[in-house]
């Protein structure tokens, strides 16, 4: 009884296992599948052609393959500004790469910066921009956030930073 429990324990690990394992290439055709519907619907300025041949499982080996986000800066300082203060800043981006660009997501390193971005895809020569908004409520001295951009690039996160320095409320006098 012991050992049919046993091989039922390593039958299912060894389930859940190849299971993880196939985890990346269903992220690889839902991108593809949202590149496609994208195509479709007109969105992308791309055909469904050119959609479907930019998948990440075909362009493995080929970085020419892939969109490319190239940034006039990715590090930016606000200064110093009183706790409180809401800063934004727009990083300006271009898809130098020869495919759509595809945001997945943009997320940050607290719940204070709050990161916005282009939901369709950005065409080839196309230009987009990330808002990172920065509240201060609750912080002080040096701050440094960061915002990881997830997209159909090599590689898939790009990371920007923004960095400045909070004053007190009640320091702002001196």
């Known amino acids: 009884m012991r050992g049919l ?24 055709n839902i991108k593809s599948l949202e590149r496609r519907v994208a195509a479709l619907e007109g969105k992308s300025g791309i055909s469904p052609a050119s959609a479907t ?10 970085p020419t393959k892939f ?37 997945n997501k943009a997320t940050a390193t607290c719940g204070c910066t709050v990161p916005e971005w282009p939901k369709d895809p950005v065409p080839a020569g196309g230009e987009g921009v990330i808002r990172v908004k920065f509240n201060s409520e609750n912080k002080h001295n040096l701050q440094t956030k960061y915002v990881s951009i997830n997209a159909n690039t090599k590689p898939e996160v790009t990371k920007l930073k923004l960095t400045g320095n909070v004053i ?5 006098n001196s």
Not at 53 to 62: A, K
Not at 85 to 91: E, F, G, S
Not at 168 to 172: G, H
């Open 67 to 103: 969109p490319v986000m190239t940034f006039e800066q990715t590090e930016h300082d606000f200064g110093t500004i009183k706790e409180g203060d809401i800063v934004d800043y727009t990083y300006k981006f271009k898809n130098t790469g020869s495919f759509p660009l595809i945001i």
């Open 53 to 62: 041949n930019s998948t990440s499982e075909e362009n493995e080996g080929d």
């Open 5 to 28: 429990i046993k091989r039922i324990f390593l039958f299912l690990f060894a389930v859940g296992a190849l299971q993880a394992c196939s985890n990346k290439n269903v992220e690889n």
């Open 168 to 172: 007190a409320k009640d320091d702002s």
